[in-house]
Nanobody, 121 residues
Framework: QVRLVESGGGLVQSGGSLRLSCAAS????????MGWYRQAPGKERELVAS???????NYADSVQGRFTITRDNAKNTLYLQMNSLKPEDTAVYYC???????????????WGQGTQVTVSS
């Protein structure tokens, strides 16, 4: 059973930075894709960024140029570096892992429990 555990969320002022981590209990190299989702209050969960095993990366337009997704297969960890944060980035952030289609369509088998990111204005 694979377990994903996020960390690194918190409260930050607008313009600040945070780095989220997602530690996997298993070998993440077995996942063809991993991604970060977020869900703000009253809104649907949205895909923020995804990365494949071959490191093909895709970002949502709203975070392009501000967020960077990386994966360290040796450490079984996925990261999301978030810079120039805005109040509209406030949400619970979740990591996800599975095949690419499952990750990008929102139906991966594996989810983390989520970590809260709050950006104050």
């Amino acid at each position: 059973q694979v377990r994903l555990v996020e960390s690194g969320g918190g409260l930050v002022q607008s313009g600040g930075s945070l780095r989220l981590s997602c530690a996997a209990s298993g070998n993440i190299f077995s996942f063809s894709a991993m991604g970060w989702y977020r869900q703000a209050p009253g809104k649907e969960r949205e895909l923020v960024a995804s990365i494949t095993a071959l490191r093909y990366i895709n970002y949502a337009d709203s975070v392009q140029g501000r967020f960077t997704i990386t994966r360290d297969n040796a450490k079984n960890t996925l990261y999301l570096q978030m810079n120039s944060l805005k109040p509209e980035d406030t949400a619970v952030y979740y990591c996800a892992a599975d095949g690419l289609e499952a990750v990008v369509t929102g139906y991966p088998d594996y989810w983390g429990q989520g970590t809260q990111v709050t950006v104050s204005s």
